[in-house]
């Protein structure tokens, strides 16, 4: 019999209706049961957490406050920090617990989150100001040397249009696949990669490259002012600005941007290309319901709203958008 650490890797959020398939009938009844407590006397949050020890838990307390851990383990039970909960006459009395935390110095910690919060806020904003005054500094000595045309411009890969995915996806479902779309998506998504994985690593060894004629320019500081013998200008730090800003593939997800990068090139028929599409899209779709990567994969990858990318995605995910 398979526990809930191994019945649910972080990769699969349970939802609610996996955590009816997996209790047997008489736990579920009291899950539920402890839920509408639970709401009904505190109001609380209850949220997913992924954790290497217990697996996916649920965090219990009022908004940025954490009062309890839900922590499932086998079908017959499950826990509230150290209560185990079996039976609906375990309920009342871990309701009350949960309340009884809640309640001890319950404002103070509030309070003191509120002036954590306000506190972080000014210091950022302070910090902000400061960098702010120093960057205009040193643009203004700068001013003789700086070519407006050709100072800090940028040339990122693009993203996919979500509307040429949808339209691919279609054209698959419709056994007439559309070989000329799905090399452009493919080579899109696999210049994006490349892309951010190179120019990455040239940063994070001190060097750029000249958007304009691709030379390799070294620095020492991220504030030095560069000029590339084609006569384009960079300040090292707005080149990496914008790497971030435009949301370069990188980060946690690079384990999944590399085997594209690796895969793409060895695809050689349609159905082959098409799988390793489906699949990164499939990572996309993975990483949105867990959320276990700092951002999106979908929004290093396509284009458009992330509201409207990630509604796509799930009608991808689930058949919807090959009925429209």
């Known amino acids: 019999m398979k526990t809930w650490k191994e019945t649910f890797d972080k990769t699969h959020k349970p939802l609610a209706s996996d955590i009816e398939s997996f209790f047997t009938p008489k736990t579920m009844k009291c899950f539920s049961e402890f839920s509408n407590q639970l709401n009904s006397k505190t109001g609380f949050y209850i ?33 509230v920090n150290d209560y185990c909960v079996k039976n609906i006459g375990d309920i009342d009395g871990v309701v009350d617990t949960i309340i009884s935390l809640s309640n001890h110095d319950f404002k103070e910690k509030i ?15 302070e910090r902000t100001r400061k960098r702010l005054l120093r960057e205009k500094d040193e643009l203004a000595k700068l001013s003789k040397l700086i070519v407006k045309d050709k100072f800090n411009i ?18 698959s479902a419709s056994f007439m696949l559309d070989t000329e779309l799905l090399d452009d998506i493919g080579f899109t998504f696999y210049c994006r990669c490349l892309q951010g994985k190179e120019e990455r690593e040239l940063y994070y060894n001190n060097k750029l490259k000249c958007h304009h004629c691709y030379q390799i320019i070294s620095f020492n500081s991220r504030n030095d002012f ?25 980060g946690k997800a690079q384990p999944v941007f590399d085997k594209f990068l690796d895969e793409w090139p060895k695809a050689k028929t349609p159905a082959v ?8 899209i499939h990572e996309c779709h993975k990483c949105m319901i867990t959320n276990v990567k700092a951002h999106s994969i979908a929004k290093n990858l396509l284009g458009g709203k992330r509201i409207d990318a990630e509604k796509l995605i799930l009608e991808l995910a689930y058949g919807d958008v090959l009925q429209k």
Not at 154 to 169: D, I, M, T
């Open 226 to 250: 560069l000029q590339c013998e084609c006569g384009y200008q960079y300040i090292p730090r707005e080149y990496g600005r914008s790497y971030q800003n435009e949301w370069m593939p990188h």
């Open 111 to 125: 309070i003191e989150l509120e002036a954590k919060r306000i506190k972080r806020n000014h210091d950022q904003i």
């Open 47 to 79: 949220e997913h957490a992924y954790t290497k020890s217990k697996g996916w838990i649920f965090k219990i307390g009022p908004k940025n406050l954490r009062i309890a851990d839900l922590i499932i383990i086998n079908k017959d039970s499950f826990y």
């Open 273 to 280: 290309k098409m799988n390793l599409i489906d699949w990164i």
């Open 154 to 171: 940028y040339k990122w890969a693009p993203r996919v249009s979500l509307v040429k995915l949808k339209r691919l996806y279609q054209s």
